[in-house]
């Protein structure tokens, strides 16, 4: 089975459960590089045209007004052949419980009929939230496989305990 790794991520001034700092690549990005070399998939980034701001409290101002508004904010681009992939890990911040609006913007695109989507998300306490059964929806007729969550600040502190964590999820479904 073909397998492709779709996620969005967030560099700039994040908020590590005490303090906030600038990083200059997002927690989702760096699960999705350790799911990579994992299984060896290919990887494909999630990007809005017009970015959030830089500054985290800014940034969630604008991620809240396109939650509230339901925004479908426009992708700078889209991966070469979905269809020819099977499964797709799909990793994202948990923002407000749910994925980021650009992250509706790229499963409302695609047609999902009998496609495997292990959901993975990046958070400062709140896990999953209610993401997985969000992903109906857009994704009707995939089989949505077990998430995982990953708390943030830990990607960082502890990576090689968070790539055995993705390590058990991804080739053993713990």
Not at 86 to 111: C, H, Q, R, S
Not at 139 to 155: F, P, Q, S, T, Y
């Amino acid at each position: 089975m073909a397998k492709l790794i779709v996620y969005y991520s967030r560099a700039d001034e994040n908020y590590f459960g005490d303090s906030m700092r600038y990083v200059e690549e997002g927690n989702t990005a760096k699960v999705a590089r350790m799911l990579s070399e994992i299984i060896g998939a290919d990887t494909f980034e999630i990007k809005q045209k017009t970015p959030y701001a830089k500054d985290y409290e800014t940034c969630i101002k604008e991620a809240m007004a396109d939650l509230q508004n339901n925004a479908r904010p426009e992708l700078v681009e889209w991966p070469e052949n979905f269809e020819d992939y099977d499964e797709i890990y799909l990793g994202f911040p948990n923002y407000w419980g749910t994925m980021p609006m650009a992250v509706y913007t790229f499963l409302e695109k695609y047609t999902w009929l009998r496609k495997r989507v292990y959901p993975f998300a990046t958070h400062q306490g709140s896990g999953l939230g209610h993401s997985l059964k969000d992903l109906r929806k857009p994704c009707r007729g995939a089989m949505i496989m077990k998430g995982l969550a990953v708390k943030g600040e830990n990607v960082d502190k502890f990576p090689e305990n968070v790539k055995l964590e993705v390590e058990r999820w991804a080739l053993y479904g713990e």
